[in-house]
């Protein structure tokens, strides 16, 4: 039954993706919004569904650990091994508003989670915890880096198409519809592959690190394979940079401003990879090939993926 399940919820992550990815790009066209905004704003908060679930719950049961982890782990899978998968698909090409501005903010985000959450660290406190007070200012900041982002967004010139426009009620059941998908399709997957976990042994200290983190973001995964391949690269890139972004500003935000969030289990080591990963997300535009995450920077990303699963399991 288990395996049933599974295959219905990849099946619902899949089609939902589809129809999100079609929608959110009709959308942007009738908008005349660059298509890397939408990913950033509407497919990043609708992909990040599953996590914001996972961190909001586990923070109203007392589980902080599990609140701060889901968001550690989906960021480092969603820059190595959604970004790595994407550029073994297809080359992915940075912009300038990338370099200067989506990406380096990325890395501030990750910087702040680490200068907020390791008090005894940094010497600001006796408790390793993200407050109520660090909450709200992280809210404070999404909403208004969203603000400057949509205000300051380039539209692109309008083009001429003999393709007809699609109606705003098709785009908007298939932007809900698809968000519908992947959420679902997510809970369904990550439920049976628990599941499946449990029965052949597997600790649950495995579970948290892998399956928790990576059904979460699933519909990230979906979402960006299925943009890269009707060639919308800067939806896909846009999705990763939003999400990961919204993890910690958005959902951390929300979890601590309901119940200030504990570090547990979660080491320095651990947010200190969240860094790692945007800063090589960064420097990527400037190796190999100019301006691009290739196929070689792909192979290194799930390369150093699989490394970091490795360490913790063992």
Known sequence: MDILLLI?????????ANYLTDGASALAQRLRMPEFLIGLTIVAIGTSMPEMVVSVLSAINGQPDMAIGNVVGS????????????????PIAFTKSNIRFDIPFGVAASLLLFILALDTLIGTGTTDSISR????????????LMAYTIRTAERPTQETSTQKPMAVWLMAVMIIGGLCG?????E???????????????SESVIAITLVAGGTS???????LVSLIKGKTDMALGNVIGSNIANILLILGLSALINPLTMGGITPRDLLMVMTTSVLLFVSAFTFRRHELDRTEGVLFILLYAGYIYLLVA
């Open 133 to 144: 007070l660090d909450g709200a200012f992280m809210l404070l900041l999404y909403i208004t």
């Open 218 to 224: 699933l519909p990230e995964l979906a979402a960006s």
């Open 188 to 202: 369904l997957f990550l439920d049976s592959a628990t599941s499946i976990a449990r029965s052949m042994g597997v």
């Open 182 to 186: 992947l959420i679902f399709g997510g």
């Open 8 to 16: 219905l919820g990849l099946a619902l992550i899949l089609g939902g």
């Open 75 to 90: 960021n480092i899978f969603n820059v190595l091994l959604i970004l790595g998968m994407c550029a073994m698909v297809r």
